[in-house]
């Protein structure tokens, strides 16, 4: 008899998968026969290749149901949303996985072969930015700026004015002079619901001063 499996071990089509050490669990075949993840290997038996920018999902949750059924093909960003939605951005499997992550990371990003990776690419990516045409979202002028980040604005005039707008900042306020509410910008120091409302109290507390 041959020692027992340090990991927990699954088997598909002859291939065994060792169920990987952390919070996420997954079954992952030896590094020798390619170091491949069980679900993707049985989704590619079952449905062919796996579409570009797309990840195999666990239905029910748990990583060691990889059974055809419990497996789904969906696209990156919805696996993303999907788990923010279903686990919680804080959940205690994310923050055990990133607590074991960024001392690794943080160390493998001084070792000089890394930094100059890092460089390089940096470097190709600003390469690669061309200058292209927008149009504001606020004033509908046309602009240009590089690619590669999200434009909306021409400016951060337009922006600020353009959140303005939106009401996102609104809030209701009940007007010093005649008590009735209004709507302000959280950030505005308005008391008054209007100049007019504003300048007879201003009168009223003019005229209580000649008195």
């Known amino acids: 008899m041959g020692r027992p499996a340090k990991y927990p071990v699954q088997e ?11 919070p996420a669990g997954y079954y992952r075949s030896d590094p020798k ?3 491949r993840y069980m679900h993707r290997v049985v989704w590619e038996h079952f449905h062919g290749p ?10 029910d949750g748990d990583p060691a149901n990889n059974a055809i059924e419990n497996l789904e093909a969906i696209h990156s960003r919805d696996h993303a949303v999907r788990h923010w939605q ?3 951005p804080h959940s205690c499997a994310c923050e055990a996985w990133l607590a074991t992550i960024r001392p ?4 493998a990003r001084q070792h000089p072969i890394v930094r100059r990776k890092l460089s390089d690419a940096a470097k190709k990516g ?8 927008y149009v504001c979202e606020h004033c509908g002028e046309e602009y240009r700026a590089l690619s590669g980040y999200r434009h909306r604005f021409c400016s951060r005039a337009c ?4 959140r303005l707008a939106s009401g996102v900042d609104n809030e209701t306020r009940q007007c010093a002079g005649c008590g009735s509410d209004f709507t302000v910008n959280r950030y505005a120091r308005a008391t008054y619901c209007s100049k007019s409302c504003g300048g007879r109290a201003a009168a009223s507390q003019r005229n209580a001063g000649r008195l």
Not at 50 to 59: L, N, R, Y
Not at 104 to 107: F, G, N
Not at 159 to 162: E, G, Q, R, V
Request: hydrophobic share 35%.
């Open 12 to 22: 598909f089509n002859g291939r065994r998968f060792y169920r990987r050490p952390g």
């Open 104 to 107: 690794m990371a943080a160390k």
């Open 33 to 35: 026969y390619g170091g």
């Open 126 to 133: 600003a390469t690669q930015r061309v200058m292209l045409a």
């Open 50 to 59: 796996i579409p570009d920018d797309h990840h195999i999902h666990h239905i």
């Open 86 to 88: 279903e686990d919680g």
């Open 159 to 162: 922006k600020h004015y353009a």
